[in-house]
């Protein structure tokens, strides 16, 4: 039994984790940068300790200081959350040689899963569909043109060691193939200090479902079902949904006995998650197996009614996974939105300031994940993300409705955020019926899908929030549509929001 756990993280992820872990009586041990010491994730804790500097790379990167406190703290344990260390192979390896468990897979599982290279060809050797191309020497460049004519045009270069949605070039004739493999091999080496590469077919329209995947230490392995992640910008999502709307029950059980082979092939113990690309037959390929707990987890607690941290906690505990294949059903319906502070009309552009109102929406299936408060300051040293709103109902349809009601009781202030632009989406026709692939959001970008009915709402909106509450009007003004959008409900129903 775990006493104590680390938490190597910020934010909304390390409040969550900090969730299970007291409701486990096992005491949260936060970490935080020098602008970081009073946040939520800080307060919340059982105990925090002081990282340093602001930067990443002077704070939540720096292992040798990780690895200090969590030794000077008596920890047990690390839950490394997503992103920063969560996926570094020398992270886990020095918890291990100072006797901490590392709350995730082993360091070789990581690393081997960290390069895609050796992910697609394990992959492919365990039977797990493969997207068609070619993994071999880069050099034999007769064998890689005979291979892309082959599998037809586009393919897409794409680096070994890349993530994050980096890392990609696509390639739409023969005659770019030479130039366009040298150049992102060239790429590769100064982003991520590899320039190994591998090419494979390009899916048009493709929509991106993946499988929560969990294995303990005594050989069991089951999967979660699925989520789809299509809506995406730049590559990341921003909205996803479980179950995946018109997902046939065959595919489903294909697609899930593919996860579990793929989590044996490796040897794979606690959470992960076995990323597909689907196409326009439902023919689905193996992409990457991301070895940490995913921001989109809580759309799967919904539907499942696990709590994967909790699971995560019993597996590295040693204990055998809380859940068998047969416990796992999928009952009803969950959409995660990731609320960003960033301008979908100034293609993402992050936005930075103090959050000068900031109320999260309340009501029986809604959940709000976040690592921010009233008064929070939002900068360009971490990610954007304030908060992931999850709502859960008995389908999809009541789901989108939540959702949408949520989104509008949401005012945050103070900085540009994309909750309107979220509405916009799930308002879209396209949307409500499923049709939905990786492109989305290129097909449809954020002025097209605003609504003229709510653009006449947001004058009305200007109007009465004007008359109602002069103080600082001149800034919620300045930001923009989307704050407003989004204020409109609680201000002109003045009675419901209380200042
Ligand atoms: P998810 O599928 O959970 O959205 P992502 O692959 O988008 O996961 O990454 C989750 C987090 O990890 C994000 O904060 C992302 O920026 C970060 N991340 C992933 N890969 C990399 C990488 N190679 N370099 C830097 N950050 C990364
Ligand atoms: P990352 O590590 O950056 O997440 P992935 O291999 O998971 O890299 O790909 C990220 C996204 O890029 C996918 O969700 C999908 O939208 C797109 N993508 C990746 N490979 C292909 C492909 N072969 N064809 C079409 N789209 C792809
Ligand atoms: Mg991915």
Redesign the pocket.
């Known amino acids: 039994m775990f006493r104590k756990v680390l938490i190597a993280n910020r934010g909304e992820i390390a409040v969550r984790v900090t969730r299970t872990l007291q409701e486990m009586g096992i005491a949260a041990v936060a970490v935080y940068s020098d602008m970081d010491a009073e946040s939520p994730h800080v307060l919340g804790a059982d105990e925090a300790y002081s990282l340093g500097g602001n930067t990443p790379a002077e704070s939540y990167l720096r292992v040798d200081k990780l690895m200090a406190i969590a030794k000077s703290a008596g920890v047990d344990a690390v839950h490394p959350g ?3 260390l ?2 570094n192979a020398a992270f886990a390896t020095a918890c291990q040689e100072n006797g901490i468990t590392f709350i995730g897979p082993t360091p070789d599982v990581i690393s081997a899963m960290g390069d895609k290279i050796i992910a697609k060809k394990t992959m492919e050797e365990a039977g797990v569909p493969v997207v068609p191309g070619w993994t071999g020497d880069v050099s034999q460049i007769e064998e890689i043109r005979q291979v892309a004519d082959e599998i037809g045009y586009p393919v897409l270069v794409k680096a070994a ?7 990609m070039r696509l390639v739409q004739e023969p005659a770019q193939l030479v130039s366009a493999l040298e150049g992102a091999a060239r790429e590769a080496e100064k982003a ?1 200090g590899d320039g190994r590469i591998f090419l494979e077919k390009y899916i048009t329209r493709p929509r991106h479902i ?1 499988f929560q995947i969990f294995g303990d230490t005594h050989g069991n392995v089951v999967h979660l079902f699925e989520r789809e ?1 299509s809506i995406q910008r730049r590559h ?2 921003i909205i996803e949904e479980s179950p995946a709307p018109g997902l046939s029950p065959e595919v489903r059980e294909a697609m899930g006995k593919a996860a579990v082979a793929a989590a044996k092939a490796i040897g794979y113990t606690n959470a992960g ?1 076995v ?1 597909f690309i689907v196409d326009d037959q439902n023919r689905f390929y193996f992409l990457e197996v ?1 070895t ?1 707990l ?3 987890h809580p759309i799967t607690e919904l539907v499942i009614r696990q709590d994967l941290v909790r699971a995560q906690l019993t597996v590295a505990m040693g204990h055998p996974l809380p859940f068998t294949q047969r416990d796992i059903v999928q009952d009803g319906h969950a959409i995660e939105c990731r609320i960003y502070a960033e301008d979908p009309d100034n293609q993402f552009l992050p936005s930075t300031g103090t959050l000068q109102l900031y109320r999260e929406p309340h009501g029986p299936g809604i959940r709000v994940d976040s690592g921010v408060r009233q008064g929070s300051a939002v900068t360009i040293h971490y ?1 954007p ?1 304030l908060s992931k709103l999850i709502v859960w109902a008995k389908d999809r349809t009541a789901a989108l409705a939540k959702m949408v009601w949520a989104l509008k009781h949401y005012p945050i202030l103070g900085v540009t955020t994309n909750t309107a632009f979220l509405r916009d989406i799930l308002l879209h026709e396209a949307f409500v019926q499923g049709d939905i692939d990786t492109h989305f959001l290129e097909r449809y970008p954020a002025a097209s899908l605003r609504q003229p009915a709510q653009q006449q709402d947001l004058a009305l909106a200007m109007a009465a929030v004007a008359l109602e509450r002069p103080i600082g009007m001149g800034q919620a003004l300045s930001q923009g549509s989307d704050n407003l959008a989004v204020i409109q409900d609680p201000w002109v129903t003045a009675g419901a929001w209380r200042g």
Do not use: H, I, L, P
């Open positions: 997503y992103g920063f969560s996926e060691a890349g993530g994050g949605g980096k890392g991520f993946e992640c990341q999502k998650t990323e991301n940490r995913q921001v989109e990610d993300m």
